[in-house]
């Protein structure tokens, strides 16, 4: 006699079932809040989250470069770039599949960073200045759908009117810079351009290493 055992189903947690986006989000989210806790109780200063080029060319807190990508300066700018991240960042995950999304998000950030650093240098920025958010993994994501859907039509800020992926990425950049310039305001343009250009040379490898699949890609969202 064959007996059949019933195998329960393995216990689920709570972030299991999330695709790699929405895991960011929520990490976006929660680690936010918590800094905001430790940075307002005093538990920890702002130098141990922050990208500061100066602390970095003092070789001081290098974790930065990490912590940042998850700190935003206000609950606006986490709320524009997680919006921003949950439109963009879906698809690029579907595109190039959970392991190398996530990879290539924390790159981007990374690089991100480390353009703001280096370019104070030669911007002759304020090197006492402190870089956070999300928008450097950002510009890496829609770097590269510059490339893989140059086509695909997009709404930008709050511009009724949707543009084209690879008109809009190039636009926004350079309205950024302009608002900060004129406005005198605090926005992390050298960051956003170093992840643009992390988004363009990884865009460039695919469509030279899978040219068929990047073919394809382009056909559906033109």
Same mark, same amino acid.
């Given at each position: 006699?064959?007996?059949?055992?019933?195998?329960?189903?393995?216990?689920?947690?709570? =972030?299991?079932?999330?695709?790699?986006?929405?895991?960011?989000?929520? &990490?976006?989210?929660?680690?936010?809040?918590?800094?905001?806790?430790?940075?307002?109780?005093?538990?920890?200063?702002?130098? #141990?989250?922050?990208? !500061?080029?100066?602390?970095? /060319?003092?070789?001081?807190?290098?974790? &930065?470069?990490? &912590?940042?990508? /998850?700190?935003?300066?206000? #609950?606006?700018?986490?709320?524009?770039?997680? =919006?921003? *991240? #949950?439109? %963009?960042?879906?698809?690029?995950?579907?595109?190039?599949?959970?392991?190398?999304?996530?990879?290539?998000?924390?790159?981007?950030?990374?690089?991100?960073?480390?353009?703001? +650093?280096?370019?104070? *240098?030669?911007?002759?920025?304020?090197?006492?200045?402190?870089?956070?958010?999300?928008?450097?993994?950002?510009?890496?994501? +829609?770097? $590269?759908? +510059? $490339? =893989?859907?140059?086509?695909?039509?997009?709404?930008?800020?709050?511009?009724?009117?949707?543009?084209?992926?690879?008109?809009?990425?190039?636009?926004? $950049? %350079?309205?950024?810079? %302009?608002?900060?310039?004129?406005?005198?305001?605090?926005?992390?343009?050298?960051?956003?351009?170093?992840?643009?250009?992390?988004?363009?040379?990884?865009?460039?490898?695919?469509? &030279?290493?899978?040219?068929?699949? %990047?073919?394809?890609? !382009?056909?559906?969202?033109?």
């Amino acid at each position: 006699m064959v007996r059949v055992y019933r195998v329960p189903p393995k216990k689920r947690n709570i =972030l299991s079932g999330l695709s790699v986006n929405t895991t960011l989000i929520f &990490t976006n989210i929660v680690l936010f809040i918590l800094f905001l806790i430790l940075i307002s109780t005093e538990l920890l200063s702002i130098d #141990f989250i922050a990208l !500061q080029p100066a602390n970095i /060319f003092a070789g001081q807190y290098v974790w &930065t470069f990490l &912590t940042s990508m /998850f700190m935003h300066g206000s #609950f606006f700018h986490l709320l524009v770039n997680m =919006l921003s *991240l #949950f439109f %963009i960042g879906s698809l690029v995950e579907k595109i190039l599949g959970q392991k190398r999304y996530i990879l290539f998000y924390l790159i981007s950030g990374l690089i991100a960073g480390l353009s703001f +650093v280096l370019l104070s *240098l030669i911007f002759s920025a304020d090197i006492n200045a402190y870089a956070v958010g999300a928008s450097g993994a950002l510009f890496g994501l +829609v770097g $590269l759908l +510059v $490339l =893989l859907t140059p086509n695909l039509p997009v709404y930008v800020m709050f511009i009724p009117i949707p543009i084209k992926m690879k008109y809009a990425a190039p636009g926004l $950049l %350079i309205v950024l810079w %302009i608002i900060s310039a004129a406005a005198n305001i605090g926005i992390g343009n050298t960051a956003h351009l170093g992840g643009l250009i992390v988004g363009l040379i990884y865009g460039i490898y695919l469509r &030279t290493r899978y040219p068929n699949k %990047i073919r394809a890609i !382009q056909k559906h969202f033109s």
